[in-house]
Structures are given as C-alpha cells and as structure tokens.
C-alpha cells in the first residue's frame, strides 16, 4: 500500500503498511539540529529531536550533557493531513529530507515511540549509570602522580570511583574523580 507526492517537481512514492502518521526525516546541516527543530516547528510540523545523556570530561570532572541522538537528523510529520512536506527542504538548518532514489524514508509511530522511551530511560539515569567504569572491571589511571598503574573498580559513584591498587605488596583503596580514569 502507498502513496505518491510531488516533491520538488518529483513524483516520490511513500510507502505505509499502517493507518497512523508517517513520520519523516531531516537531514540537518552540522550542528544545526536544534534551528532545523525550531524551524520545522514555525512551520507547522510536528518535529522530534531526541537528545542523549552522555558523561564528557571536563576541568571541573565528569558532567553529563545532553546532544542529540542521531546527530544530523530530525524526525518530523505533517500535522495536517494536505500539509505538503514540499517546503521542509529549503527550511534553514535542513540540508535535505532523507530518500532513497525516489522514495522518501518514513518510520512509523510505534518505532518513534520506542526511540522516545529509550532517551527518556537514559536521560533519567545518573552519572553513576552512564559511567563505563564498573566495579569489578579493570582500569588504568591516567593522572601524573598515578599514571600507568591498573587498578579494579570497587564502587561507582556519581562524583568519586572508589578503585583497589595494589601497591607495595599490599592492596589499598583509592578514591579518585572519573576523569582520572580509563578502562584498561
């Protein structure tokens, strides 16, 4: 089952095996996700940019920060049913709509709603959580008064890792922040 569009003076195909709104796909310009949301948005479309927690190291430790999940992308949908999609490509920030030869890529809600419940289960995890540092695991320190020696991660927590170091023959516990850390 499908339907076909002119796009951009193109006769495009858009499949859909379902009843509920396709969703449609943004390529973006670098980093210009969030003006191609907003822009979409002006315009009367329903746009979606999911963002991801993640840990970056910083002078002040690890911080969580939120970008986007698939960089370069947005989902968005027409929120009326004759809304043409015709205008998204020449929307500042969008490079292009994403197709394949002359069928514009779709995803259906259910997909949508699984990636929307994923950035809400990350973005709702501590820094404890997102940390690749987990006890048991092995790590390698990477500050200058420790630098090179491996220990085993005893605890994590969302400022300090607690690790287990065996120096001089005997086992000792260090407490350091993340960023003074790698995974060996």
């Known amino acids: 089952m499908g339907f076909t569009h002119d796009f951009d003076g193109e006769r495009c195909t858009f499949r859909t095996d379902e009843i509920e709104p396709l969703w449609f796909l943004a390529y973006t310009r670098p980093r210009l996700e969030t003006v191609a949301l907003q822009n979409l948005q002006q315009q009367g479309f329903d746009a979606y940019l999911p963002f991801y927690k993640r840990l970056k190291k910083s002078s002040a430790g690890m911080q969580a920060i939120l970008e986007p999940m698939f960089p370069r992308y947005v989902f968005f949908k027409t929120s009326l049913q004759a809304q043409s999609i015709a205008p998204v490509r020449s929307t500042r920030g969008v490079a ?5 030869g002359h069928e ?3 995803l259906g809600s259910h997909t949508l709603a699984a990636i929307r419940q994923l950035e ?3 973005n709702a995890a501590d820094v404890a959580d997102l940390s690749v540092l987990r006890p048991g695991h092995s790590v390698r320190f990477c500050n200058p008064a420790l630098s090179g020696l491996k220990g085993l991660v005893k605890s994590v927590s969302s400022r300090r890792v607690t690790v287990l170091l065996e120096l001089m023959g005997r086992e000792q516990v260090v407490s350091v922040d993340h960023q003074q ?3 060996a």
């Open 181 to 183: 850390l790698e995974a």
């Open 120 to 122: 809400q289960e990350r």
């Open 96 to 100: 292009r709509v994403v197709s394949f």
């Open 104 to 106: 514009i890529a779709t």
